[in-house]
């Protein structure tokens, strides 16, 4: 998500973002292994100073789907739980 002024004043910068994301997912879809060694590698460890065991990285990824695309009703559910969380202020989102 973008503010549409920042949309508006910087199209080259948000499509170079998007096909950065989209070229990482496919990359993380079609390497798999190496994608959970680097992230347990570089990721974790540089944000909370430990490691998560590769099999246990391993048994989470097998229950995700990694994807550019995401299923609306994540999304919805998503924005549900920031509101009830408080992040979206007073007007709750509506569900299409």
């Keep these: 998500?973008?503010?549409a002024d920042y949309l508006e004043n910087h199209p080259d910068v948000i499509k170079k973002l998007?096909?950065?994301h989209?070229?990482?997912?496919i990359w993380i879809q079609q390497n798999q292994d190496e994608a959970i060694k680097t992230f347990?590698?570089?990721?974790i460890k540089k944000l909370t100073?430990?490691?998560i065991?590769?099999?246990e990285l391993?048994?989470?990824f097998s229950r995700m789907e990694i994807t550019y695309d995401p299923v609306k009703s994540s999304l919805y559910k998503s924005a549900d739980n920031a509101y009830y969380l408080g992040f979206l202020g007073d007007k709750k989102p509506e569900s299409k």
């Design 22 to 25: 989209v070229d990482e997912t």
């Design 53 to 55: 065991p590769i099999n």
């Design 49 to 51: 100073g430990k490691t």
């Design 58 to 60: 391993q048994e989470a």
């Design 40 to 43: 347990k590698r570089n990721k």
């Design 1 to 3: 998500m973008v503010r």
């Design 18 to 20: 998007l096909v950065a």
